[in-house]
């Protein structure tokens, strides 16, 4: 998929909305990474996520009314929030700076899960903007501008979060200079089950904590690795997914800062998980499974596994999220 094309102007906007008309979007969760793939692997899933409700008010400009679900931890000042911030690229860049948005977000998924909550907060804000706009360019066309929300989120604009959200299912960063994303396929079948352990894992500490230099033969592993998940998507082999999803680079990293990670890797697969790892920069870890069945026995009892040990945690079961944002 090329995505060097970008919007040129207003042009490419076939509505100029009244004042009051709005529209309510979600964004879905994503798990970046997949294991072996640092920053340039992703895929969607179907709960959790998050919704943002935008109107248009007489006032050019962005406001941020209303922030629920986050327990106060985000800013209202929509110079400081990856929502509005992102909005606000778009707006300029097809030179409508004329219309004014409020905007309402309504968390409903953990902040700092590692399941690019900020990525489905903007997301959604910005398919908001579009949809109301009538641009009817596609999705991808809204990645730099998302790119821009995770640049203030984490101080690195990756696009393993963003680019699942927009585009829905498994999605490959072949390049970043230039911007190449590569949809891919993947079984009907595959569940992924998720486990949230109620801990904190900053993104922007689990970053800083990664090797800058590796050795020749852990790289080739890597790529061998990388490549082989990426064939076992095209072919439909689940085997091979499970036994390409190992990393050698980030995970026994940012294992340590994930409380008995590798007992419950254990756990999962001695329940028939294909595997097992790390989403994002964590805490929350996943599991892909063959059926729902066993994706629900997992999360139940990595839960009961962390309950044990006197850590919450919240859990999701859910099949690949094709759709990305949806107006509901």
């Known amino acids: 998929m090329d995505n060097?094309?970008?919007?040129?102007?207003?042009?490419?906007?076939?509505?100029?909305?009244?004042?009051g008309q709005s529209v309510k979007v979600?964004?879905?969760?994503?798990?970046?990474?997949?294991?072996?793939?640092?920053?340039?692997?992703?895929?969607?899933?179907?709960?959790?996520?998050?919704?943002?409700?935008?109107?248009?008010?007489?006032?050019?400009?962005?406001?941020?009314?209303?922030?629920?679900?986050?327990?106060?931890?985000?800013?209202?000042?929509?110079k400081k929030n990856t929502v509005s911030v992102s909005v606000d690229h778009y707006l300029k860049h097809i030179g409508r700076t004329d219309i004014g948005l409020d905007i309402e977000l309504h968390k409903k998924m953990p902040i700092g899960s590692g399941l690019g909550s900020s990525s489905a907060s903007t997301v959604a804000g910005l398919f908001a903007a579009k949809t109301l706009l009538g641009d009817e360019t596609d999705a991808v066309e809204l990645l730099p501008f998302a790119r821009k929300g995770e640049e203030m989120a984490c101080g690195h604009g990756h696009a393993d979060n963003v680019a699942p959200a927009l585009l829905g299912g498994f999605v490959l960063i072949r390049s970043y200079d230039p911007l190449d994303i590569v949809k891919l396929p993947h079984p009907k079948y595959l569940h992924c089950a998720i486990v949230f352990p109620d801990?904190?894992?900053?993104?922007?500490?689990?970053?800083?904590?990664?090797?800058?230099k590796i050795q020749m033969k852990d790289a080739?592993?890597?790529?061998?690795?990388?490549?082989?998940?990426?064939?076992?998507?095209?072919m439909n082999d689940i085997d091979l997914i499970g036994r390409s999803m190992k990393d050698i680079l980030v995970e026994p990293v940012r294992s340590l800062l994930i409380p008995d990670?590798?007992?419950?890797?254990?756990?999962?697969?001695?329940?028939?998980?294909?595997?097992?790892?790390?989403?994002?920069?964590?805490?929350?870890?996943?599991?892909?499974?063959?059926d729902d069945e066993t994706a629900r026995q997992i999360t139940q009892k990595l839960q009961k596994h962390l309950a044990a040990i006197n850590i919450n945690s919240n859990s999701y079961v859910s099949t690949i999220n094709d759709l990305g944002p949806k107006v509901i």
């Open 261 to 290: 990670f590798y007992k419950m890797r254990e756990l999962a697969m001695e329940l028939g998980a294909v595997s097992f790892g790390i989403s994002g920069s964590g805490p929350s870890v996943f599991a892909f499974t063959k």
């Open 199 to 212: 801990v904190d894992v900053p993104t922007r500490e689990a970053r800083q904590i990664i090797r800058n």
């Open 26 to 78: 979600f964004a879905p969760a994503t798990v970046a990474n997949v294991v072996c793939g640092f920053d340039v692997l992703g895929f969607a899933v179907n709960e959790p996520g998050d919704e943002v409700i935008m109107r248009v008010i007489d006032k050019p400009g962005i406001v941020i009314s209303k922030i629920t679900g986050d327990n106060g931890r985000l800013p209202l000042d929509p």
């Open 4 to 19: 060097t094309t970008i919007l040129k102007s207003k042009a490419a906007v076939s509505e100029n909305p009244s004042v």
């Open 220 to 234: 080739v592993t890597q790529w061998g690795n990388i490549a082989g998940l990426v064939s076992g998507l095209f």
